[in-house]
């Protein structure tokens, strides 16, 4: 006969399995060792008596039991959040752990400032910063692996409440001894016939600069001498230094290199090309209260 007596760290392992796909990913989100989890999982199938898991190469996937075990936990794991976050309401605590995600740009320029605030008046709360591409803190929070995220575009998934933040403008940025270092504008058939560094796909700012080239009349990407697809700011920032290409950043990421000369940032001809961050959050969850007060402080700080 199965025994159904497992306890909540059990489930947690399993959904975090399900959620992404791999045991290895999983073990850093629970802090256990790989071992460790792939030891539990055998251990939770041995209790229920079925396979839950499909292990295909490296890709794992729940089977037809698990899809039904992921849904049952899932409920019992919310059950838990809920009956703490009310104790914690009760009891009025300001302390514990809150998890958001930021994509690049915000989660290294503005985020980190904006968190060490929100620390001043709340000093018990930690705060797990993950910093990823917008896709991908997207895909982390509609799974439950962070409370909100701070992204750079507003087209979120189904049961993604969305809020405008802040503003941001997206220039040209070149070295500082190019020959057009001491221009104020740029057109958009100048800047196609220099080497380009693009953002890889996922980023946000890759995403609004797309939708600015169609608005240009630039149908792709490809009508641009892309010379490299780098991986984040501080990398294509790199690039444009080394004389590997120009690219288009946030004014942000570029403030520090552009005051010391290193970088300059120029416009391009016609509209300016800005877009907002947006806090996301899964409407689908309860959110705890210190996710509320810091959802609340972020609004704050945007008016």
Request: with cysteine.
């Amino acid at each position: 006969m199965s025994d159904y007596d497992f306890d909540f760290r059990q489930l947690e392992v399993f959904c975090k399995v399900v959620d992404l796909g791999s045991f290895s990913k999983a073990a850093k989100e629970v802090y256990l060792a790989q071992a460790t989890v792939s030891e539990r999982i055998a251990n939770l199938e041995k209790r229920v008596g079925v396979r839950l898991l499909d292990r295909l190469g490296r890709k794992i996937s729940p089977t037809r039991a698990g899809e039904i075990f992921y849904r049952q936990a899932g409920k019992l794991l919310e059950m838990k959040k809920l009956a703490r976050m009310e104790m914690e309401e009760y009891l009025g605590l300001q302390k514990g752990v809150v998890k958001i995600g930021g994509s690049t740009i915000p989660g290294e320029y503005i985020l980190p400032r904006l968190l060490g605030k929100f620390q001043e008046e709340h000093p018990q709360v930690s705060i797990d910063l993950t910093v990823a591409d917008s896709r991908e803190i997207e895909a982390l929070v509609s799974a439950g692996g962070l409370e909100i995220g701070v992204i750079g575009y507003q087209d979120v998934a189904p049961g993604l409440d969305r809020y405008e933040l802040w503003e941001d403008e997206l220039v040209l940025v070149v070295p500082g001894n190019h020959p057009w270092a001491g221009l104020e504008s740029v057109s958009w058939p100048e800047l196609a016939r220099q080497p380009f560094i693009v953002r890889e796909r996922g980023s946000g700012t890759l995403k609004i600069m797309e939708e600015y080239l169609t608005r240009a009349g630039i149908s792709s990407l490809e009508e641009l001498s892309v010379a490299a697809r780098l991986g984040s700011s501080t990398a294509v920032k790199e690039g444009i230094k080394a004389g590997l290409g120009v690219s288009i950043l946030s004014v942000r990421a570029v403030s520090t290199e552009v005051r010391l000369g290193l970088l300059k940032a120029i416009r391009l001809t016609g509209p300016r090309l800005t877009r907002h961050f947006h806090l996301i959050q899964d409407n689908r969850r309860s959110a705890s209260p210190l996710c509320r007060a810091l959802l609340d402080f972020f609004l704050e700080e945007a008016r």
